[in-house]
């Protein structure tokens, strides 16, 4: 228990945590004592002198900064000597300033300056010299400009950029009254800065400043500052959107709150431009001859549940299906899913996490319970061993990836495995660099060494594995043949390695694992997800806090959408689509006919699309999704939509998809409509209203009751979207104690099963979400992958993301900051195969296999393996999913996007 300490600050008795910053201490209870090189977030520094306090018992003054709260302690804040002296050295500090001010920030030292008289240059002791020093400004960044000359050399960014963002980027040049800040080895341009901007929203003074808008922001003309969520990954990352002439002019993280703490990456950061582009769709637009021609909403909505009807009446229910999304709110999707549902009839709605996490949450719900992440992404700092494979983290979660850093820098573990080099790699303990589709293999092994060792908690597997001991038999029976000689040879990874990895995730106090795509993206991604869950089970690492399995989600609201049931096998809150109980309980919340709800399983997004192709289902309503990019064989795809009836696409830009769309509806951003998400740790945080949306563009939700409507269904009345939210708290269970009041501060993780709940930061933690409470073991073995090389195709390509594309048609590709970093197809081949084929970096080259071929261009690098590829699938000109097939996984569903055979051609 913290002990508690009792002070007094200038004769305000205070009671503080024993060790607490004491200047932190003194603006918590509001007694406003000036500094500009603290932050709460960063450790002291004393630089600036500016919070320099007595204290009763000691000689000298001390810097508040630089004290711990002690019990008794009596300290003077504000004395006649102590703000002289702090005059002195604000006019000090502005002998070489630049204290010219724009608006375009928000300048501390400046506030400063006005707080003690010494705006005009008479009032002040020291004349101004900074022109003299000739610092000049560096403004080579996409993002920021630095001005040496309004820098006052406090520390903030180079710790923000080391201490909260875990980069080390930023240092000081030169010394003494020369001294200023540099990025790696010169200029920001070419160093190692991915423009996440923390030294810019740490900055006191001016010197780091944004760079977009600000020829036209003015802070003291800002319209209004609203707090929303960041429409990127999966994190949930709490921004401030500042709104000017109802546009978006600047993003901020908020500090002190979850997830992120004022944490943001580039594209949270910068990313908001597509919202205002000149490109938005902005009227419903109909196919006539081939050609889209304006209409006015009633007659577009007109049609589409005319025809949509006629294709249901014709055909029957099984005939339509549709695609929720990800990016849309758990509003919108809860609504579609009734949607399809109730005016479909049918369980066919799915939506892109059968494309990401399907396999993850297939094996998770049969082996524990709960697809979901087990624990906080804070604990991503503090478990003592993080096991991180498939998951190219630092790229595409950016801002967990800073808390796994500052758990590096306390001493934690790391293991990373990746058939690629990725930037993780670089603070893990072992890197495990499995051949593509071995992992099953690998971790078997693993298993085996674990057992052999003797590491099993056998008391964790006595009591919380269904079977105990016996079942546990079956896989250490299953597992004996994968000795480390013979994981070698499948995987490629050296022995001892694998015998070192086992060893210190095993033996950890506490454990994570975060798993990705690399190991869900295969034929054989649940029996991967399965052996990685076996491997928890046996050494007991979850159902304790910090420890535990979480698949960081790729996608805004990934989570969410499922959560609310956008899915062909389980209503709101995961509960199967067979579960009379909850049809009736459904039924009777819907006021529907409860023999009318669908109870079978309806299609998986890759079976929509095959039974499009076969000319089953006639008619499909898509919101917010891209299949033309985001599918695999993507003439496959392009053929099933080519075959459709009627298709309806709602989205707010022409996407590669829309083309073959009959009808096109305006929807609305992120930024354009209230409602929820929820993160990759369960998180529901709040999504608020920041700008009005383009033309007619209307919310989804509206648009989704209006079809509705017309095709003679009432889905529900609501007056704004916290309706619909408290509907889903009382259809899923999991969500029952959660409403916009009480997530307006900051979010809750369900579940929350009543508004007394506080919510659960980590799962597991009495037992397991299965009918007896108990995991389960699930022995699985390896299985070669049915797409191999060989001569014509002596290549297989991996697929991924990458740190500053998202997706290119609706979202970052619209951002001129972000372009600026990377806005190129490339494909990563390794060295020796690039010196072998007479490759070299820039070369054009065609890649192809049986399914399809694209045109990109040739990186040589070491990150590959030799035989391996990897090609980002951001970019419309050169769609990865070409190449890729539509062969599932048995069980998830999933597509294998991680492995195509190929070859690849110079092109002259």
Known sequence: MKKVANIIIDGKKITAEEGANLLQVARDNGIDIPGLCYHKKLSPTGACRLCVVKTEGERGLVMACTVSVRDGMQVTAFDEELEELRKHTIDYLLTEHNDEFDDTYHDELRDLTIRYGLQEQSNRRYPSIYRELDYGIDDSSPVLSYDASKCIKCFRCIKACYEVQGKNVLSFSQRGIKSHIIAGFDHWSGSECDGCGECIQLCPTGAIVEKPHRDTI?????????????????????????????????????????????RLCVKGRFGYDYVADKERLTKPLIKQNGVFKEAEWDEALDLVAERLGEIKKKYGSSALAGYASAKCTNEDNYLFQKFIRVVFGNNNIDYCTRLCHASTV????????????????????????????????????????????????????????????????????????????????????????????????????????????????????????????????????????????????????????????????????????????????????????????????????????????????????????????????????????????????????????????????????????????????????????????????????????????????????????????????????????????????????????????????????????????????????ILGGISYERIDHEGIQWPCPDKNHPGSSTLFLDKFNTPNGKAILNPVDYIEQTEKTSKEYPFILNTGRILYQYHSATMSRRNKALNEYANESYVLMNMIDADNFRFKTGDKVRLSNIRGELVTTIRESDEVAIGELFMPWHFSEALVNNLTRAELDPYSKIPPFKLSACKVEIIK
């Open 218 to 262: 003015k802070l003291s003309e800002i319209d209004k500052k609203v707090k929303t969520t960041c429409p990127y990954c999966g994190v949930g990352c709490q921004i401030d959107l500042l709104v000017k002439d109802n546009k978006i002019v600047r993003a901020n993280g908020v500090e002190g709150v979850l997830p992120n703490d004022g």
């Open 362 to 733: 297939t094996a998770m719900l049969k082996a524990i319970g709960d697809g979901a992440g087990s624990n906080s992404i804070e604990d991503f700092e503090t478990t003592d061993c993080l096991f991180v494979t498939g998951n190219n983290i630092i790229e595409t979660h950016p801002v967990t990836a800073t808390y796994v850093k500052a758990g590096k820098s306390r001493g934690h573990k790391i293991i990373v495995c990746d058939p690629r080099w990725t930037p993780l790699v670089r603070y893990a303990d072992i890197w495990l660099q499995p051949r593509l589709g071995t992992d099953v293999a690998l971790l078997n092994g693993m298993i085996r060494q674990i057992i052999h060792d003797g590491d099993i908690d056998e008391k964790f597997i006595t009591e919380r594995v269904d079977g105990g001991m016996t079942a546990f038999e079956e896989l250490k029976l299953l597992v004996e043949k994968y000795t480390p000689e013979l994981v070698e040879d499948i995987t490629t990874v050296p022995a001892d390695l694998m015998i070192k990895a086992a060893r210190m995730y095993a033996r950890a106090d506490t454990a994570m694992i975060a798993t990705g795509m690399g190991m869900s993206q295969q034929i054989t991604g649940t029996y991967n997800v399965f052996s990685l869950i076996n491997m928890m089970l046996i050494t007991g690492q979850i159902g304790r806090e910090r420890c535990g399995i979480d698949p960081p989600r790729g996608q805004n609201n990934v989570q969410g959408a499922t959560d609310v049931g956008c899915s062909p096998i389980v209503y709101p809150g995961y509960i199967p689509v067979g579960n009379e109980e909850n049809r009736r309980k459904i039924a009777k919340l819907w006021n529907v006919d409860f023999e009318k709800l669908p109870a079978e399983r309806g299609l998986s997004t890759v079976e929509i699309m095959h039974e499009a192709h076969k000319g089953n289902i006639r008619g499909m309503y898509i919101m917010g999704e891209n299949p033309m990019v985001t599918d695999p064989d993507l003439n496959h795809t392009a053929e099933a939509l080519e075959k459709l009836e009627f298709l309806v696409v709602q989205d707010i830009f022409h996407t590669e998809t829309t083309k073959y769309a009959d009808v096109i509806l305006p929807a609305s951003s992120y930024a354009e409509k209230d409602g929820t998400f929820v993160n990759s740790d369960r998180r529901v945080i709040r999504v608020r209203k920041a700008v009005e949306m383009p033309g007619e563009a209307r919310e989804d939700c509206r648009i989704i009751i209006d079809i509705a409507e017309r095709m003679g269904y009432n889905i529900g009345s609501y007056n704004d979207p916290s309706e619909v939210f408290d509907e889903i708290a009382k259809a899923t269970p």
